[in-house]
């Protein structure tokens, strides 16, 4: 079945540094990516929609400089979280769909903690 | 604006038993509806995916129902075991325009030995 490997799993950075976080899917082209952001005892809730080759689109609300999203090829997204700060400290998680797969494919999460 | 509910919190059963996650959304106009499970510090894996003109989906011991007109779908899952310890979530789609799903708080349920 379509896989997305989600790297790094865990991540602690200092307050100010940026963090990359990618999302490849392994078996499928991935033409639409979903970023998410999960706080402890919450929901998933969507951060952007990035179609390959296209700018995000990002949710009411969120930071689309701080939260920079690349989504140049079909098989790998990435979401770069700039001047970290303890407040985004969360679990981000991916997901991608593509042209031909049913439903949507979830990347396993990264938990980014900033000190 | 869709919002999506889900009842219980947690859960906690002695294996062996039927149980049911109930889930509820204010605007019927959706396109699926998904229930994902989630284990702790990871991702979600699909459980089953509804459309909106279905009524369930069934997947071994998992029974998923769709009841659009009054906003609710169920997740029924059969002789429980310890393995299905995990955080349930369901989540609906908008439309088929709309690739963005709105998820529920889940429930997290725990079936003792």
């Known amino acids: 079945g379509a896989v997305v490997s989600q790297h790094p799993s865990w991540v602690i950075c200092k307050s100010g540094t940026s963090v990359k976080i990618e999302c490849r899917s392994l078996?499928?082209?991935?033409?639409?990516m979903f970023w998410y952001r999960q706080f402890p005892k919450q929901s998933l809730m969507l951060m952007a929609t990035?179609?390959?080759?296209?700018?995000?689109?990002?949710e009411q609300g969120v930071e689309k400089d701080k939260f920079l999203i690349n989504h140049a090829s079909l098989t790998l997204s990435t979401l770069t979280v700039t001047s970290a700060h303890p407040e985004d400290s969360s679990f981000y998680i991916c997901?991608?769909?593509?042209?031909?797969?049913?439903?949507?494919?979830f990347g396993s999460g990264t938990r980014l903690t900033v000190v | 604006k869709q919002e999506v509910t889900q009842i219980p919190a947690a859960l906690s059963v002695p294996e062996g038993e039927n149980l049911v996650l109930n889930c509820s959304f204010t605007d019927s106009a959706i396109y699926n509806l998904q229930w994902f499970r989630q284990d702790p510090g990871k991702g979600l894996t699909s459980l089953l995916l509804?459309?909106?003109?279905?009524r369930e989906q069934t997947s071994g011991r998992l029974n998923a129902s769709l009841d659009k007109s009054s906003g609710r779908s169920t997740l029924y899952i059969a002789a429980s075991q310890p393995g299905d310890s995990a955080t349930y979530l369901c989540?609906?789609?908008?439309?088929?325009?709309?690739?963005?799903?709105?998820f529920g708080q889940g429930t997290t349920l725990q079936v003792k030995p």
């Open positions: 509804i459309q909106s003109s279905q």
């Open positions: 997901s991608a769909r593509g042209t031909f797969t049913y439903g949507y494919t």
């Open positions: 989540a609906v789609r908008l439309s088929s325009n709309t690739g963005k799903l709105i």
């Open positions: 990035s179609n390959e080759g296209s700018k995000a689109t990002y």
């Open positions: 078996d499928f082209q991935a033409t639409t």
